[in-house]
């Protein structure tokens, strides 16, 4: 099976901007979440999708956002970009929603920059 | 409230030494632990669950209850074990990782 694929790899924005980040789960994967990677704070916890419902979202502001499509497939969008959004943004999926105890298959990431 | 503590930003170990990476967790209900590990250029992948009781690639971490903790040990290690490694939580409703450790093995 092909694994997560999140596309672009590489975003350079600018201050107020906005952006929108892609993720194809595993093909059968019906979870998907977010989450931001930075040096100092580790793996942050953005949302989860599940079934095209948001099941679960952490402690980010209203700027994060998501959805999810038919097909599994999930998008996350930042709106009026600061410079504190610069990180490794990663998707992860997997077959159930993450309180079945199931494992979580990671994309690639990625990698924002905000000037 | 911080779910998952790795004291060690950076570890160092020379080849053939023990290695041990700590983890802490905070969590009234019944946890579910991991641990990932993210190789150099690679992406994050799982390396073991406390659940399933098994060594992999010569890793085990035993979940302790009453100290919170699940740490990650290898009796020898190996130079191709660096890498950086995540505890993570599971509560049923979301993972909680930790802050990571990089670990360097030294040959």
């Known amino acids: 099976k092909a694994g997560v694929t999140q596309t672009p790899r590489y975003l350079i924005k600018t201050r107020g901007q906005q952006v929108t980040l892609s993720c194809s789960p595993i093909s059968g994967h019906r979870s998907v979440s977010w989450y931001q990677q930075t040096p100092g704070q580790g793996l942050q916890f953005l949302f989860e999708y599940f079934s095209e419902t948001q099941r679960n979202k952490g402690n980010f502001p209203g700027r994060f956002s998501g959805r999810q499509f038919s097909n599994s497939r999930s998008e996350m969008n930042v709106s009026t970009l600061e410079l504190g959004d610069s990180a490794l943004y990663l998707c992860?999926?997997?077959?159930?929603?993450?309180?079945?105890?199931?494992?979580?298959?990671f994309g690639p990431g990625t990698r924002l920059t905000v000037l | 409230a911080q779910r998952v503590t790795q004291p060690e930003k950076l570890l160092s170990v020379f080849k053939g030494a023990p290695v041990e990476l700590k983890c802490n967790y905070s969590?009234?209900?019944?946890?579910?632990l991991f641990w990932y590990v993210q190789y150099s250029r690679q992406r994050l992948q799982l390396l073991l669950r406390h659940i399933s009781r098994e060594s992999i690639k010569g890793f085990t971490a035993d979940l302790n209850k009453g100290e919170t903790s699940f740490h990650l040990k290898k009796p020898f290690a190996q130079e191709e074990d660096s890498a950086m490694y995540y505890c993570?939580?599971?509560?049923?409703?979301?993972?909680?990782f930790g802050t990571g450790t990089s670990l360097t093995v030294i040959p």
């Open positions: 992860a999926s997997s077959p159930q929603p993450s309180g079945a105890y199931n494992e979580q298959f």
């Open positions: 969590y009234s209900g019944s946890p579910e």
């Open positions: 993570a939580l599971n509560t049923g409703n979301q993972f909680y």
